[in-house]
């Protein structure tokens, strides 16, 4: 997801760093609930979703790395997470339900228009629907259309040549489109 206009993460990691630890509670607020939906993909319980994002926090307070961008930071944050799943998965060895996803997404929910709405429940129908796709297929479409990452953001987060990139949403796409011509979903309206 990219950053609110304005906000500079780098700055205010760095200033965490030198002491301001209401700093550290804006990085949290501008990339929590990213890191949590990212999270729930792979371990598909919110309370997990959400310890597995203050422990990639924790990792960031603890390692004090040095980043040169803020996306760099984000995709630090993204690697964290993604590596803490799958450490919990590991661990867990097996798969939970999914039971919760109304909570994630209503969370922060505010009052919409109807056209919103619509969106929303479109958005909601292509995240269940990811669900039930290979993990490697619904990560990389989760941070194409969820978290807006360019080409480049996978390539450095996923450890990927472009061109893999590429061919691997390309077949992402494909699965999920034909997923959801059998759940009846309109491919088209999304």
Do not use: W
Request: glycine share 2%.
């Amino acid at each position: 997801m990219p950053e609110r206009k304005g906000f500079d993460a780098v700055r205010c990691y760095y200033r965490f760093l030198f002491g301001e630890k209401e700093a550290l509670e804006m990085l949290v607020r501008e990339y929590s609930d990213a890191l949590i939906r990212f999270a729930y993909c792979y371990v598909k319980d919110s309370a997990v979703a959400e310890d597995i994002m203050e422990d990639a926090f924790s990792a960031l307070i603890i390692k004090r790395r040095d980043f040169d961008s803020a996306d760099n930071l984000r995709a630090y944050l993204y690697k964290t997470v993604r590596n803490k799943c799958v450490d919990y998965l590991r661990m867990r060895k097996k798969r939970v339900p999914l039971a919760d996803i109304e909570r994630v997404f209503t969370a922060n929910a505010e009052k919409e228009t109807e056209k919103s709405l619509l969106r929303q429940e479109n958005r909601r129908a292509v995240y269940e629907a990811l669900q039930n796709l290979p993990s490697q297929y619904r990560e990389i479409l989760y941070l194409t259309y969820f978290e807006d990452c360019t080409a480049d953001e996978l390539s450095r987060l996923l450890r990927r040549t472009k061109k893999q990139i590429y061919n691997l949403l390309h077949r992402a796409k494909t699965s999920l489109k034909e997923l959801l011509i059998k759940e009846g979903i309109s491919y088209e309206n999304l």
